[in-house]
């Protein structure tokens, strides 16, 4: 049983699209978290959520702590943003969901 | 400006091997972190260390062990290298007060690629 589920596990867009990535947990939080990570394997942090929304550049994060949902957008997205996306949550404890895979083609 | 070094982006070792993977931060935080990564199981904490010479469980612990001699330096053993930790893993920080087990504005090492032969 998986504490944290995103979806999809794998995403292909072309340059331009605007990009979804959801989501789920199950258990109770105090934040969670956007991370992205490149090839070569390095992490950085996105977002920090609590409630409502944030918005840095092209990435838009919201979270909906009653259906216990959050959701990372892109606009117009760009080859650069290959990556994959992790969403972490911290409860008693942290917990990580397995990534989406997102690849932009030129 | 790297904040979190991990000496090595790739190591390959043989089975029953002693091997040390080393991260350092320079940002002087509290609690450091170490995880490993699969496909399909994501990150998963082994040990974490929210002070100097002190060290907690994380997940999955079994076959590894830490020191934490200096607050800079966390450092993860395999006593005896098998093929099944052959992963990614990867070292973390935060700062203080932000609790154990990874808390707001941790900050990731670039993880260390092991093979084990």
């Known amino acids: 049983k998986n504490e944290v589920e995103q979806s999809p596990q794998n995403l292909t867009a072309q340059e331009g699209e605007f990009i979804t990535i959801n989501c789920s947990y199950s258990v109770g939080i105090s934040a969670l978290h956007w991370l992205q990570q490149h090839p070569g394997g390095g992490i950085v942090s996105l977002f920090m959520?609590?409630?409502g929304k944030k918005k840095h550049g092209r990435l838009i994060a919201t979270i909906n702590i009653q259906e216990k949902h959050s959701s990372l957008h892109i606009t117009a997205s760009h080859p650069r943003d290959s990556a994959v996306y992790i969403c972490a949550v911290r409860g008693n404890q942290f917990y990580f969901g397995t990534g989406t895979s997102l690849t932009v083609i030129p | 400006d790297v904040k979190v070094t991990q000496s090595s982006r790739y190591l390959v070792k043989r089975t029953g091997e002693k091997v040390f993977l080393e991260c350092v931060q320079d940002?002087?935080?509290?609690?450091m972190f170490w995880y490993r990564q699969d496909p399909g199981l994501g990150l998963r904490l082994i040990y974490f260390?929210?002070?100097?010479?002190?060290?907690e469980k994380g997940d999955i612990p079994e076959g590894y062990s830490v020191s934490r001699e200096k607050k800079e330096r966390f450092s993860l053993i395999l006593e005896s290298a098998s093929t099944n930790q052959t992963s990614m893993y990867l070292c973390a920080s935060s700062g203080p007060g932000q609790g154990a087990r990874g808390v707001d504005g941790y900050t990731f090492g670039s993880g260390t690629r092991l093979t084990v032969v």
């Open positions: 940002m002087d935080h509290e609690n």
């Open positions: 959520l609590s409630s």
């Open positions: 260390s929210y002070d100097v010479k002190m060290k």
